[in-house]
């Protein structure tokens, strides 16, 4: 069984210098029919204005990754990190018990553009942690790279929960598959460009929701940089 969610389907949000599309609900964007998929609970899509950000707040037992796609997002918290994530890194903060962090975009004139995506741990009260690695364009050109795990696998990002994700680009003459358990749930969530996943058409924004499938496959691409959720029944 295979779910479209079109781009203008998803939530929004104009802050003026935050512009978000929110797949789920989240903050003053409520649809009961979109709470999460699986242990997924959030992709916000946000545009961070220059020289803009979001201050010091808290967060307690999510995993949270940040996936910038454009510009630089700079990062501080409280367990002392203080970095630069730019495109091509992935990043994993564990809440846990607590943690306070903020995000800039200290850029006097680009935008910086990037996921925000939450995942419920396996358990609660653990002790916060940070991760982040850089994965090339060519370790995901025309395949699904391994990026984030919950055993670290292929040196992927370490992530306290029940989800492999995957990051793929793809131009036309790639192609990829992915075998799936069918008891478990996947979701494709197209970053930009065009794809086809398992024949259906997919634009910069759409997702794909699959339950009680034994494959993905992912053709007919142009310019396109896709997620792939393994996700927990």
């Avoid at 996943?197 to 794909?208: I, K, M, R, S, T």
């Amino acid at each position: 069984m295979m779910t479209k969610r079109a781009s203008a389907e998803r939530g929004y949000a104009d802050h003026g210098w935050l512009k978000s599309f929110h797949s789920f609900s989240f903050a003053g964007y409520y649809d009961p029919a979109h709470m999460g998929f699986g242990n997924l609970r959030v992709i916000n899509e946000d545009r961070v204005a220059p020289g803009r950000g979001f201050g010091t707040h808290g967060h307690r037992d999510m995993e949270i990754i940040s996936y910038v796609l454009s510009g630089e997002l700079a990062h501080k918290d409280s367990m002392g990190n203080v970095v630069g994530i730019p495109p091509g890194d992935v990043q994993r903060m564990s809440a846990g018990t607590g943690v306070q962090h903020s995000e800039f975009n200290h850029a006097p004139e680009q935008t910086t553009h990037f996921l925000q995506i939450w995942i419920e741990p396996e358990r609660t009260g653990i002790a916060p942690g940070y991760e982040q690695k850089s994965f090339s364009d060519a370790e995901k050109r025309g395949k699904l790279r391994l990026v984030a795990s919950p055993d670290a696998a292929d040196g992927s990002v370490l992530i306290h929960a029940d989800v492999r994700l995957y990051a793929g680009l793809f131009d036309a003459g790639e192609s990829a598959t992915l075998a799936l358990n069918a008891g478990r749930k996947t979701y494709v969530h197209l970053v930009r460009g065009q794809l086809e996943v398992n024949g259906q058409p997919l634009e910069a924004g759409d997702a794909l929701a699959l339950q009680a499938e034994a494959q993905l496959t992912l053709t007919h691409g142009r310019a396109a940089e896709v997620l792939v959720f393994d996700l927990a029944p």
